[in-house]
């Protein structure tokens, strides 16, 4: 395989970070190409799979709440544009407690930053959900709903696809091929190449290329880096793998069961638009009405054990069958004994605190680091690629959550 020379940057990853992020550079005038080990959206990645949310609820985030409204329009603009309809707007009700109209819990937070940025939303009572979602079973402790009208699912694997796809049409020059963990000479302040292997051995590598950069060539200003190319890591649960020594401990994978359940025969109450998607933040779980003939999506937001990408089982346990089938049941009772007709195991690749990590190399100029998508991040890829072209582009103040120096060894969870 012949690996083209002389582009202005390389991204590394072409899920949903990483693939948007290099349609944003090449709408900005660079020669982009895109590498990725096993092509996009392929399914050891936190980008593939089926289905993912979008919604606007971040509590008091406001900064995610600003970034799902920028994304939604992107990618429906995208749809437009190549033809795929691959967003659902089923809406996306969020099940609230009594607890949960104090002004300090998280829906409570939402519903004030919907008010503050104009957020289309409802508020549904008790009696409102039953009527409106007579087959959700609602605990006795649940009291009232936060509704997103406009929100719903993104059709998680073919939509990264489809920008990979108007990438490559725009210009983008997409490879297939692993890389391998960089090396710059100690005391460099540039990545001048990334080396890949050659892929048809597992064991051994058997050939080495190179990837270099017109250095001489890139637009004057990039990234800081005195006009050379910029190289953008964005390798979701890879990051940790590819930078050991400086992301090994601030990346933490973990292993996330999905499941889909059969639905009986005929029965439209479990499919848009009778049911929508739903949060039940209490009981960490959320769900999907079912999409594309595949049956209701359910998953238990709970952050797994450890996992590796590469090697780890993608396989469900017993046990997480059988916890999912427990909150089936007792959520949606006509459905107790339903059948898993799919599953999935995917995983997480948090941060500490779940914030995303959008940030410079600490010692390497031209070099971008971009992942930490914490189970939140897939509805968020247009904004972090615009961000992502306007720092290395343009420069400016960087948003201080998104840093490297924020990402801690410890990790305390608080976005979801």
Same mark, same amino acid.
């Given at each position: 395989?012949?690996?083209?020379?002389?582009?202005?940057?390389?991204?590394?990853?072409?899920?949903?970070?990483?693939?948007?992020?290099?349609?944003?550079?090449?709408?900005?005038?660079?020669?982009?190409?895109?590498?990725?080990?096993?092509?996009?959206?392929?399914?050891?990645?936190?980008?593939?799979?089926?289905?993912?949310?979008?919604?606007?609820?971040?509590?008091?985030?406001?900064?995610?709440?600003?970034?799902?409204?920028?994304?939604?329009?992107?990618?429906?603009?995208?749809?437009?544009?190549?033809?795929?309809?691959?967003?659902?707007?089923?809406?996306?009700?969020?099940?609230?407690?009594?607890?949960?109209?104090?002004?300090?819990?998280?829906?409570?937070?939402?519903?004030?930053?919907?008010e503050r940025l104009g957020v289309p939303h409802q508020t549904l009572s008790r009696p409102e959900l039953t009527r409106l979602y007579?087959?959700?079973?609602?605990?006795?402790?649940?009291?009232?709903?936060?509704?997103?009208?406009?929100?719903?699912?993104?059709?998680?694997?073919?939509?990264?696809?489809?920008?990979?796809?108007?990438?490559?049409?725009?210009?983008?020059?997409?490879?297939?091929?692993?890389?391998?963990?960089?090396?710059?000479?100690?005391?460099?302040?540039?990545?001048?190449?990334?080396?890949?292997?050659?892929?048809?051995?597992?064991?051994?590598?058997?050939?080495?290329?190179?990837?270099?950069?017109?250095?001489?060539?890139?637009?004057?200003?990039?990234?800081?880096?005195?006009?050379?190319?910029?190289?953008?890591?964005?390798?979701?649960?890879? $990051?940790? +793998?590819? %930078? =050991?020594? &400086?992301? @090994?401990?601030?990346?933490?994978?973990? /292993?996330?069961?999905?499941?889909?359940?059969?639905?009986?025969?005929?029965?439209?109450?479990?499919?848009?638009?009778?049911?929508?998607?739903?949060?039940?933040?209490?009981?960490?779980?959320?769900?999907?009405?079912?999409?594309?003939?595949?049956?209701?999506?359910?998953?238990?937001?709970?952050?797994?054990?450890?996992?590796?990408?590469?090697?780890?089982?993608?396989?469900?346990?017993?046990?997480?069958?059988?916890?999912?089938?427990?909150? $089936?049941? +007792?959520? %949606? =009772?006509? &459905?107790? @004994?339903?059948?898993?007709?799919?599953? /999935?195991?995917?995983?997480?690749?948090?941060?500490?605190?779940?914030?995303?990590?959008?940030?410079?190399?600490?010692?390497?100029?031209?070099?971008?680091?971009?992942?930490?998508?914490?189970?939140?991040?897939?509805?968020?890829?247009?904004?972090?690629?615009?961000?992502?072209?306007?720092?290395?582009?343009?420069?400016?103040?960087?948003?201080?959550?998104?840093?490297?120096?924020?990402?801690?060894?410890?990790?305390?969870?608080?976005?979801?």
């Amino acid at each position: 395989m012949h690996m083209p020379k002389g582009f202005d940057a390389v991204v590394i990853g072409a899920g949903t970070f990483g693939a948007w992020t290099a349609l944003h550079l090449r709408r900005r005038g660079l020669r982009v190409a895109l590498v990725d080990a096993h092509g996009p959206a392929h399914n050891r990645a936190s980008s593939g799979g089926e289905s993912r949310i979008i919604r606007m609820g971040y509590g008091q985030n406001e900064i995610y709440t600003r970034s799902s409204m920028r994304a939604l329009p992107r990618w429906q603009e995208l749809f437009a544009l190549t033809g795929q309809p691959l967003f659902h707007r089923t809406g996306v009700v969020w099940l609230g407690r009594d607890a949960d109209h104090a002004g300090g819990s998280y829906l409570a937070r939402s519903l004030a930053t919907f008010e503050r940025l104009g957020v289309p939303h409802q508020t549904l009572s008790r009696p409102e959900l039953t009527r409106l979602y007579p087959q959700i079973a609602l605990n006795e402790s649940i009291s009232w709903g936060l509704l997103e009208p406009e929100s719903g699912v993104l059709m998680a694997r073919r939509a990264v696809a489809a920008v990979v796809e108007q990438a490559v049409r725009e210009g983008v020059e997409c490879q297939h091929a692993a890389v391998i963990p960089p090396a710059a000479p100690e005391g460099a302040t540039r990545l001048e190449e990334v080396q890949v292997e050659d892929g048809q051995s597992i064991t051994a590598i058997t050939a080495i290329r190179a990837i270099r950069l017109a250095l001489d060539a890139a637009p004057s200003g990039a990234g800081g880096a005195h006009g050379s190319g910029v190289f953008v890591f964005a390798c979701g649960p890879w $990051l940790g +793998k590819l %930078f =050991p020594d &400086l992301l @090994g401990d601030r990346i933490f994978n973990t /292993r996330q069961e999905v499941f889909f359940f059969g639905v009986p025969p005929g029965d439209t109450r479990f499919r848009p638009p009778a049911l929508p998607t739903w949060i039940d933040l209490a009981e960490e779980a959320y769900g999907m009405p079912g999409l594309d003939s595949r049956g209701l999506k359910l998953a238990i937001d709970r952050h797994g054990p450890g996992f590796d990408p590469d090697t780890g089982s993608r396989l469900p346990t017993a046990e997480g069958i059988s916890q999912a089938s427990q909150y $089936l049941a +007792k959520v %949606f =009772p006509a &459905l107790a @004994g339903a059948p898993v007709v799919e599953s /999935r195991v995917c995983q997480y690749e948090n941060t500490s605190s779940g914030d995303f990590l959008l940030d410079r190399h600490p010692t390497l100029q031209n070099v971008w680091l971009a992942g930490g998508g914490s189970g939140h991040g897939f509805k968020h890829g247009p904004s972090v690629g615009e961000y992502l072209a306007g720092q290395i582009l343009d420069g400016g103040p960087s948003e201080p959550r998104f840093s490297l120096e924020t990402k801690q060894a410890v990790q305390h969870r608080a976005i979801f």
